[in-house]
């Protein structure tokens, strides 16, 4: 069988853009179709306008759920991503087993699926038998009856905690990939200049891995928005005073637990405009500042 | 000493091992700090996972007893495998237990397979033809990152109905076989292949599909490898479409069936990590075989931006 | 590279991958039944135990009618959810469905004439089914004035306590008949023994975020989350009241609850004797039975401290009821099933010995089954325990908005207990602010919804 050169990316295009059509395009056109109406049932339909948005707008909840989302994404860049890139720069020079092996280790919680780590880690986090709670108590001698998923304080904290375990590893191994990537000559180059490693770091590594950097927080910051099973798992709900109710957790909420989509789906909306606005501003301001 | 600042004794001295066990002749200053360090977080990343293989083994009465493995004396009386048992216990009504492992092994094996194939076919077509829509197309494919996918949950469930798909496994495999970001990391890892070698294969007579399976494909392998890990890991672990979308309970997945032993009336938290620890090994396995492709795999998804 | 696998275009992996879909795929096709015909019934719900309490009745029942009945067992968030995407796009659903109290509400949003599930107001009192059963307890299952599902129980809740430790410390259940002198005795023993700064010994376990411990309490107290008209009326006196209480006891210093949990956390607490006093509606003590089965003979039961002398002493937590699906194809069929399994006492004994949960149709209550001591809750004899503390269960209105109520009343109290723990005085002012604020809440989303018509 053979292809002509001008139709063949479409033959291979063909099963992507035939499925995201039907299983992508009219869901989601049918999505935006209902974000004006008010549903019940397959039958009962009215047509209510733009109040499911302004409803959402102005819903302290919704307010509540973006900040605690904003608060996560956050967390997971100014925390998680150092701690990925730190690790990998520990790792990076290192050969031998013993090397590949902690490499092995710390990538090793991503294997773990969002709904076992929820129920493993609500049983870490319990007052006074939690795994968690007794080490901090024995180590530092606080914390045996902190309730981690119940004090509303101390939630967002446990949600960063535990996502640091599993998303850690898989981030450093992106950064891990990309130091490799360095140009060995040009870092020598920068110490025989009389370099000290922060310059180094600062004027020649971290140029070079700039693409990389880019596309983990981009991930990283979809990925955090669109937090959803962790919570469900970890809290089994929103958690005190909602403490733990996420964006994508709200949508559940309206859209499936009160059974109102018209208003979920205006709530996914939103949230897909603030990703896309996010994501663009993230790409001009790292693209810049790496670049720099 | 309590066994938690065992623990953690016992990280630093797997640092220091490592140490001893790293590269010679390099600076030293610096050095042993860079090991312990790594240790530490290694210890600290095993700690769930020490638990978690001591709470399967443990009888209920003793998994909050004590953090990790009892008193050597009290083993014969709370060590015990019956959380094991219980899993693949017959019951009455019930599919048994390997049922829901073969199911999820399919599932996952069957989808990845899909996503490798129509993906990679779709992210070669991006990156190395040049053809009208082909930059809408890419943005198309980013902007639809952006979507939740539970606002399509609903919509997608009506169409699934109207297929009359419900309660099969169709919509678990048809609408996951297509990712936006694996096309994207195929487009990324495609881009790396010469365009010369391209060339001379069409001097050569070869037709455009041979040229992506023989051509194309085989070099961007290590990428592959690595794109097949993440993939497998996400359909492994889907929880919500399998419980929306399956009610017959032998088609259900891994996740979904044990979720039930979180249940209203009993929580059995020892059957549930029993299983979790299982439900780690195939995606372990394929971890493991795929190690070395990983770290090299992943950079060409990311690195020409 | 001699290996086979090595010529698949996309690599090793992917080719291990595809031989095992193949050999996964060839044992599932073996060992897979073809989907027969659609049964005649199909049977709906979400516990295992009830599954397998009923299959044999359904079996017999099954070939007394010459029909197939087939049972699905899913998990209550994955069932919950599946009906209501059903619903949603008119796909086919079961024909009998357990249904449990929580989620009854999101059925009823809409307009009468429109809800997933058969209007059952009419069999019911016809059948004269309300005068068997304790009349609160339809409550839960009705909107606007129509009942929607048959109750399968009446989850009185009582206190289970430790008998041996109590006697220790010199406490004598029976004569705690009010939360007031509960409390009292609370201050006394919830101190830390051992001067680790870490209270060792509390009264009660009680969840500190409110919850079903609040909830509980607030319907025992007379209070409701919402009204017979549905109505929300959690920001009511009786609330401001409970919500105080409940802060004092499970926040701050002078706290005498501790938040055990769920399974064994909650066994290990008891166990341990870290609480003494534990609600216990009457599903729950099987669990303890099943949980701490070397407690036997030390635990022992008394029904809730009232709020007042002389005042109501007992509650409610949690439901199960059995629905008909407007799509149901044979109603007749599916109602003589709901006979069966539901308002018979033939078969209920026999649940009751295996589930503690005592039936709501009061002819079971004289069953020999109910009647008997039991060994380990030392000679009681359950059944007629929760028996005579079934007839004064408050109603718990459900409506479309009470997950969501639920959800607010634990916001307000998360204020509440806020300012328990920084010992700000006048607690009942910010409880009276906070509780208004939540209720008002939930009337503005009432006031959203398009569907539902007031009550008639």
């Given at each position: 069988m053979s292809l002509s050169r001008r139709l063949a990316p479409w033959w291979l295009l063909t099963p992507y853009i035939a499925i995201t059509a039907l299983f992508f395009v009219v869901p989601l056109l049918d999505a935006i179709g209902i974000s004006f109406y008010q549903t019940n049932g397959a039958r009962s339909r009215v047509w209510v306008g733009l109040d499911n948005f302004t409803f959402v707008l102005g819903d302290p909840d919704f307010h509540k759920a973006l900040i605690n989302t904003a608060v996560f994404t956050l967390g997971s860049l100014f925390i998680q991503l150092p701690l990925s890139l730190g690790l990998a720069l520990l790792l990076h020079n290192g050969t031998g087993r013993a090397v590949r092996a902690v490499r092995l280790i710390i990538f090793s919680?991503?294997?773990?699926g969002q709904v076992f780590v929820g129920i493993l880690f609500s049983v870490l986090f319990m007052?006074?038998?939690?795994l968690i709670n007794q080490g901090l108590q024995n180590l530092i001698?606080?914390?045996?009856?902190?309730?981690w998923l119940g004090d509303p304080a101390l939630v967002m904290p446990a949600l960063i905690l535990t996502s640091l375990w599993m998303y850690v590893g898989f981030n450093m191994i992106y950064f891990l990939a990309a130091l490799q990537g360095v140009d060995k000559g040009l870092v020598e180059a920068a110490r025989h200049d009389g370099a000290g490693p922060w310059q180094v770091f600062r004027h020649v590594v971290l140029p070079a891995i700039q693409p990389v950097t880019v596309f983990v927080v981009l991930t990283s910051t979809i990925g955090s928005f669109q937090l959803f099973e962790l919570p469900f798992t970890?809290?089994?709900?929103?958690?005190p005073d909602n403490a733990g109710l996420t964006v994508v957790g709200y949508l559940y909420q309206t859209a499936f637990t009160a059974g109102d989509l018209g208003t979920g789906a205006a709530v996914g909306w939103i949230l897909a405009f603030i990703i896309f606005l996010v994501g663009l501003v993230q790409i001009r301001l790292v693209g810049r500042g790496g670049g720099a | 000493m309590t066994s938690l600042q065992a623990c953690l004794l016992a990280a630093v001295g797997v640092g220091v091992l490592l140490a001893l066990g790293g590269p010679r002749g390099?600076?030293?200053?610096g050095l042993y700090a860079r090991y312990a360090l790594l240790g530490l977080a290694a210890g600290l990343t095993l700690t769930p996972f020490a638990w978690l293989l001591c709470a399967a083994i443990k009888s209920p009465e003793a998994l909050?007893?004590?953090?990790?493995?009892?008193?050597l004396a009290d083993w014969p009386r709370d060590l015990t495998l019956a959380n094991f048992a219980t899993l693949f216990k017959p019951q009455p009504g019930y599919p048994p237990f390997w049922r829901y492992l073969l199911n999820s092994l399919f599932l996952a094996s069957v989808g990845t397979l899909l996503q490798v194939v129509l993906c990679s076919a779709a992210g070669w077509a991006l990156a190395k033809y040049r053809f009208r829509g082909r930059g809408a197309l890419m943005a198309f494919m980013l902007g639809s990152?952006?979507?939740?996918?539970m606002v399509l949950l609903a919509p997608l469930y009506q169409l699934t109905y109207r297929l009359g798909w419900?309660?099969?496994w169709l919509p678990l495999l048809i609408p996951g076989a297509v990712s936006a970001f694996v096309v994207f990391l195929f487009r990324q890892a495609s881009?790396?292949?010469?365009d010369e070698l391209i060339e001379a294969a069409r001097i050569d007579g070869a037709g455009e599909l041979r040229i992506w399976l023989h051509i194309g494909m085989p070099l961007v392998r290590p990428m592959t490898g690595a794109f097949c890990l993440i993939v497998f890991l996400g359909q492994w672990n889907a929880f919500l479409g399998p419980q929306v979308f399956i009610s017959r309970q032998e088609l259900l997945t891994l996740p979904v069936a044990l979720n039930t032993y979180m249940g209203v009336y009993s929580q059995q938290y020892g059957v549930f990590l029993a299983g979790t620890l299982l439900a780690i090994i195939p995606p372990a396995i394929l971890f493991l075989a795929l190690q070395r492709e990983f770290v090299s795999g992943l950079t060409s998804g990311a690195v020409k931006g | 590279m001699p290996s086979p696998l090595n010529r698949f275009p996309w690599g090793v992996a992917p080719a291990a991958l595809l031989l095992v879909a193949l050999l996964s795929g060839a044992v599932l096709l073996a060992t897979t039944a073809a989907a027969g015909p659609r049964p005649d019934l199909v049977f709906a719900l979400f516990s295992k135990e009830h599954k397998q309490a009923y299959e044999p009745l359904i079996a017999a029942f099954a070939s007394e009618h010459h029909v197939t009945i087939e049972v699905q067992h899913s998990d209550m968030r994955a069932l919950a959810s599946r009906l209501q995407s059903s619903f949603l796009a008119g796909a086919e659903v079961p024909d009998v469905v357990e249904v449990s109290?929580?989620?009854m509400g999101y059925f009823t949003k809409g307009p009468l004439n429109d809800l997933g599930f058969a209007d059952l107001t009419d069999r019911i009192r016809d059948e004269g089914i309300d005068q068997q059963?304790?009349?609160?307890?339809f409550a839960m299952w009705s909107t606007r004035g129509r009942i929607f599902a048959v109750p399968h129980d009446v989850h009185p809740v009582a206190l289970v306590y430790r008998r041996d430790l109590c006697e220790q410390l010199g406490?004598?259940?029976?004569?705690?008949?009010?939360w007031d002198e509960m409390t009292r005795v609370g201050r006394r023993i919830s101190?830390?023994?051992?001067?680790?700064?870490?209270?060792?010994?509390?009264?009660l376990d009680l969840p500190a975020e409110g919850d079903f411990g609040l909830r509980t309490l607030l319907l025992q107290r007379g209070?409701?989350?919402?009204?017979e008209h549905g109505q929300?009326?959690?920001?009511d006196e009786l609330a401001v009241e409970v919500c105080v209480w409940y802060a004092q006891a499970t926040r701050?210093?002078?706290?005498?609850?501790?938040?055990?949990?769920?399974?064994q956390p909650l066994a290990k607490a008891m166990s341990d004797g870290l609480a003494l006093f534990y609600l216990a509606p009457d599903w729950r003590t099987r669990q303890f039975e099943l949980d701490v089965p070397h407690l036997a003979g030390k635990l022992g039961l008394i029904p809730l401290p009232a709020w007042?002398?002389?005042?109501?002493?007992t509650s409610t937590w949690g439901g199960t009821g059995i629905a008909l699906t407007r799509?149901?194809?044979?109603p007749q069929l599916a109602w003589a099933l709901i006979h069966r399994l539901y308002?018979?006492?033939?078969g209920m004994g026999g649940r009751f010995a295996d589930s503690n949960i005592l039936p709501p149709?009061?002819?079971?209550?004289?069953?020999p089954e109910i009647r008997a001591p039991r060994p380990f809750w030392n000679g009681l004899a359950l059944g007629s325990f929760y028996a005579a503390l079934a007839p004064d269960v408050p109603a718990y209105w459900v409506t479309p908005y009470t997950e969501l109520a639920n959800g607010k009343l634990n916001e307000a109290f998360s204020a509440i207990a806020a300012a328990q723990e920084r010992g700000e005085g006048d607690l009942a002012g910010t409880a009276r602010r906070e509780l208004k604020r939540c209720a008002d809440y939930v009337r503005a989303a009432i006031a959203r919804n398009h569907f539902l018509e007031p009550s008639p």
């Open positions: 919680p991503h294997l773990v007052p006074r038998f939690g001698g606080w914390g045996l009856e902190q309730r970890l809290l089994r709900g929103n958690g | 390099r600076r030293w200053s909050l007893q004590t953090p990790f493995l009892p008193a990152m952006a979507i939740p996918g419900l309660d099969t881009q790396g292949v010469p | 109290e929580p989620w059963i304790p009349a609160g307890r406490i004598y259940p029976a004569t705690l008949t009010t101190v830390d023994t051992d001067g680790d700064g870490v209270i060792d010994r509390y009264l209070g409701n989350l919402f009204d929300p009326c959690f920001d701050g210093a002078g706290r005498i609850a501790f938040p055990a949990g769920w399974g007042q002398p002389g005042g109501r002493r799509a149901c194809r044979d308002l018979q006492t033939d149709f009061k002819p079971a209550w004289t069953l």
